[in-house]
């Protein structure tokens, strides 16, 4: 079930291998931030109907990254009302061109299918839905497209797998993966102002979360020696 975070926006902690799933109701656009595997799609729509919502109304689908536990859930959503893809240009250009490479669909035995990245995310873009406005952060690492979208007003950021609670971060083993560049993104999350983080994996971080930052950046640093 979802749970209410701030202002619009609310979040879901996956109990499987799926990724977390965070809803903004930016009035007429209905948006997810990840979108899981896809396998639990009838029971993202059951949770996205206690908001009063539901899977058909999704306009946007905002993906940290393109990893099959994150984006295998657009898929569903490409056979009701289209939504718009967005996905940092990094990885999004990589779809577009028909290479899946990046999605790791093959390394877990799953045949995505191609389709297109509607809005190809910049370090720097913003993405405006209603009063919530997302800033990106390019934070690669875990991949070469990984991002963190900020809410400054709300004190929200959203860290995909870079950043998770307690000191942990992402792994950096699959192709585009890279030590050097996690300890550079996560040292850059530290240093930005917020109080609560919303992680692809693991449980919400509802205060104090830049301290959980700093603890992800010192860890990651002396693990990797960089």
């Known amino acids: 079930m979802f749970r209410h975070i701030s202002g619009p926006i609310h979040f879901l902690v996956s109990n499987s291998m799926d990724s977390n799933i ?72 990589l779809i577009n061109s028909g290479d899946m490479m990046m999605t790791l669909g093959n390394t877990f035995g799953v045949d995505l299918p191609p389709f297109k990245i509607d809005n190809l995310l910049e370090e720097g873009s913003t993405i405006t839905l209603g009063d919530v406005h997302l800033k990106v952060y390019s934070t690669p690492g875990h991949s070469i497209g990984s991002i963190c979208l900020h809410e400054v007003n709300l004190g929200v950021l959203f860290t995909g797998d870079t950043m998770f609670p307690g000191g942990s971060f992402g792994r950096v083993d699959f192709p585009g993966g890279s030590s050097m560049d996690l300890v550079s993104s996560l040292k850059r999350i530290s240093e930005l102002e917020f109080l609560v983080a919303l992680p692809g994996h693991m449980n919400a971080v509802t205060s104090n979360a830049k301290d959980h930052a700093k603890s992800s950046y010192n860890m990651a640093r002396n693990w990797f020696r960089h």
């Open 22 to 93: 965070g809803f903004i109701d930016g009035g007429d656009r209905k948006v997810l931030i990840d979108a899981g595997t896809g396998i639990y799609h009838n029971n993202l729509d059951k949770d996205l109907r206690t908001l009063g919502t539901s899977a058909d109304a999704v306009t946007d689908i905002i993906l940290t990254h393109s990893h099959i536990d994150h984006i295998g859930g657009v898929i569903p959503f490409l056979e009701g009302n289209t939504p718009k893809i967005h996905l940092h240009r990094a990885e999004g250009e």
